[in-house]
């Protein structure tokens, strides 16, 4: 019996920098398990502060490229992107109505730069043509504007801006996005034409300028999950969730709006499993002895950080105290020890030094700092501040004055040797080192 491989089809444009179109789609169907096709419509010449140039596809192409993947692979889902003519609108509309899957519309009318991607005359085929034809459409506030003809100030306007789609466009969803809509949470109002039911979808608003390809990574999440069989209900939570992820692990490229980044919905659980993995290669050659290096307060142990863009926040680093190796705590157990030294020291280590990406702490026991002095590298600062201060400028001063990281830290003010490395397996051979 052959495996069912989940099939999800992309029509969109191109955008040359890579953060949206269907770039982003791709990535985030590939992300979500579910096998990517493409239909171009556009090619654009992009990048991060705005929209240069852009050619069309001839329609006819486009028609083509959609009947040639369905007629011989299949598609259980596709979403549009960047439709720029009614002649695109009328091929596409064409093509959906031939094959009779479930369509995904995200109405892209303007790049995240404000620079235009569909013509002042398309709009009205939009809501002719394409609309009429959706599942589920994805407009933000400034498209369901246009679509609604309703001014968006609130939640309130939302609603009713959501309510006027699906009325007189007829879709079946209606999600009005909030990322426009101003407040301390990025709240998703969805409208379900059929049973006239508002439901919400909410998650903390993420302060950062790296928003570019949010719309194209959302819809193509609800696309992948229509594709997987999921209810379409289950499969907007989890568009939300992806997004949500996505932005936060957004990436700081180029000078103006950076990519969000799909790819975090398995990165980091990957990035994770390695990390555990070689923590749990490496700890048993130290567990017989770690009780030389517990503290009363079980504040030291190990730090392993994530790969960049990973290691910026608290949840990109594991950690495992001295206590937590010497009971054989399960390895999928570590990333939740009581470790809030090793978390902000390892916040200000990782983050400023790129090539550090573990490190030991051995709090407030004079006869390990030592022994450091004698058997490693050992850099000895006086400062002030938390340890996330204090091991940033030591590690600033130590590079002006040794001319390289140091393999150690004495941290005075606190009392706390900082055992620095590349990967946890140097970091507990210099444990080991000093523990010999």
């Known amino acids: 019996m052959t495996a069912r491989i989940p099939k999800a089809l992309t029509i969109a444009g191109l955008d040359s920098g890579g953060g949206a179109g269907?770039?982003?789609?791709?990535?985030?169907?590939?992300?979500?398990?579910?096998?990517?096709?493409?239909?171009?419509?556009?090619?654009?010449?992009?990048?991060?502060?705005?929209?240069?140039?852009?050619?069309?596809?001839?329609?006819?192409?486009?028609?083509?490229?959609?009947?040639?993947?369905?007629?011989?692979?299949?598609?259980?889902?596709?979403?549009?992107?960047?439709?720029?003519?009614?002649?695109?609108?009328?091929?596409?509309?064409?093509?959906?109505?031939?094959?009779?899957?479930?369509?995904?519309?995200?109405?892209?009318?303007?790049a995240k730069s404000g620079d235009p991607l569909m013509r002042p005359e398309a709009m009205e085929t939009l809501k002719r043509v394409i609309i009429p034809l959706a599942k589920v459409v994805t407009p933000n506030a400034p498209e369901a504007e246009h679509l609604s003809g309703v001014k968006i100030r609130n939640l309130d306007d939302a609603r009713e801006a959501a309510r006027r789609i699906a009325e007189e466009l007829h879709p079946e969803i209606v999600i009005v996005k909030g990322g426009h809509i101003g407040?301390?949470?990025?709240?998703?109002?969805?409208?379900?034409?059929?049973?006239?039911?508002?439901?919400?979808?909410?998650?903390?608003?993420?302060?950062?300028?790296?928003?570019?390809?949010?719309?194209?990574?959302?819809?193509?999440?609800?696309?992948?999950?229509?594709?997987?069989?999921?209810?379409?209900?289950?499969?907007?939570?989890?568009?939300k969730e992806l997004i949500t992820m996505a932005i936060q692990y957004s990436l700081p490229l180029g000078h103006g709006h950076g990519p969000v980044n799909p790819m975090s919905w398995i990165e980091v659980k990957a990035y994770t499993y390695d990390a555990l993995n070689d923590l749990g290669m490496v700890l048993s050659s130290i567990a017989g002895k770690v009780h030389e290096l517990a503290d009363p307060q079980d504040n030291g142990g190990i730090a392993v950080a994530l790969p960049q863009p990973y290691m910026a926040s608290p949840s990109g680093i594991i950690t495992v105290t001295w206590k937590g190796i010497e009971m054989g705590l399960p390895i999928n157990s570590i990333r939740h020890s009581n470790s809030g030294k090793l978390v902000?020291?390892?916040?200000?280590?990782?983050?400023?030094?790129?090539?550090?990406?573990?490190?030991?702490?051995?709090?407030?026991?004079s006869n390990v700092t030592a022994k450091a002095r004698v058997k490693l590298s050992t850099y000895?600062?006086?400062?002030?501040?938390?340890?996330?201060?204090?091991?940033?400028?030591?590690?600033?001063?130590?590079?002006?004055?040794?001319?390289?990281?140091?393999?150690?830290?004495?941290?005075?003010?606190?009392?706390?040797?900082?055992i620095l490395g590349k990967s946890v397996a140097s970091v507990v051979n210099k444990v080991n080192l000093l523990l010999g």
């Open 344 to 365: 902000r020291y390892g916040l200000g280590a990782f983050t400023k030094q790129l090539g550090l990406r573990a490190l030991a702490v051995v709090s407030g026991l």
């Open 380 to 418: 000895e600062y006086e400062g002030i501040g938390d340890e996330t201060t204090q091991i940033s400028n030591a590690l600033d001063n130590a590079t002006k004055a040794l001319g390289k990281v140091p393999e150690a830290i004495h941290v005075k003010s606190l009392n706390d040797l900082v």
């Open 22 to 110: 269907i770039t982003a789609d791709l990535k985030t169907f590939h992300v979500m398990g579910v096998y990517g096709m493409v239909a171009l419509t556009a090619v654009t010449a992009q990048n991060t502060m705005g929209v240069r140039a852009v050619q069309e596809v001839d329609p006819s192409i486009v028609e083509a490229q959609i009947d040639a993947v369905a007629e011989d692979i299949g598609v259980d889902a596709a979403k549009t992107g960047m439709l720029s003519s009614s002649s695109i609108m009328d091929a596409v509309a064409h093509a959906v109505k031939k094959w009779g899957f479930p369509l995904i519309v995200d109405p892209v009318m303007y």
């Open 183 to 239: 407040g301390p949470e990025s709240v998703d109002l969805v409208y379900f034409r059929d049973t006239g039911e508002f439901r919400e979808l909410r998650a903390p608003r993420i302060n950062t300028r790296n928003t570019h390809g949010t719309g194209c990574s959302f819809s193509a999440a609800i696309t992948a999950g229509l594709a997987k069989g999921m209810d379409a209900w289950d499969a907007i939570r989890q568009a």
